[in-house]
Nanobody, 121 residues
Framework: QVQLVESGGGLVQAGGSLRLSCAAS????????MGWYRQAPGKQRDLVAT???????NYVDSVKGRFTISRDNAKNTVYLQMNSLKPEDTAVYYC???????????????WGQGTQVTVSS
């Protein structure tokens, strides 16, 4: 089994910054893509950013230029640096990881428990 533990959420004023971290632990062969998603009250969970094992990144348009996703493969950890935060960024942020349990290319997607980010105006 694989566990993803997130940290770094909190309350911040508009224009401020937060850095989220998500560390994967357990037994597995490797981790392919990792990502961050968010879910605001009453809305579906949406993609924020993803990063491949080779550090290729992808962002939703609304966070481009403000958020930066990165990862440390040695620590099985993914980060999300969030700058110039806006009230509309308020949501529960979830990390995800596509995990390979063997040398086979089949992956299983795991999710963290979520961390609350609240941006006040």
């Amino acid at each position: 089994q694989v566990q993803l533990v997130e940290s770094g959420g909190g309350l911040v004023q508009a224009g401020g910054s937060l850095r989220l971290s998500c560390a994967a632990s357990g037994r597995f062969f490797s981790i392919n893509a990792m990502g961050w998603y968010r879910q605001a009250p009453g809305k579906q969970r949406d993609l924020v950013a993803t990063i491949t094992r080779g550090a290729k990144t992808n962002y939703v348009d609304s966070v481009k230029g403000r958020f930066t996703i990165s990862r440390d493969n040695a620590k099985n950890t993914v980060y999300l640096q969030m700058n110039s935060l806006k009230p509309e960024d308020t949501a529960v942020y979830y990390c995800s990881a596509e995990v390979r349990h063997t040398v086979a290319v089949v992956t299983t997607t795991y999710w963290g428990q979520g961390t609350q980010v609240t941006v006040s105006s």
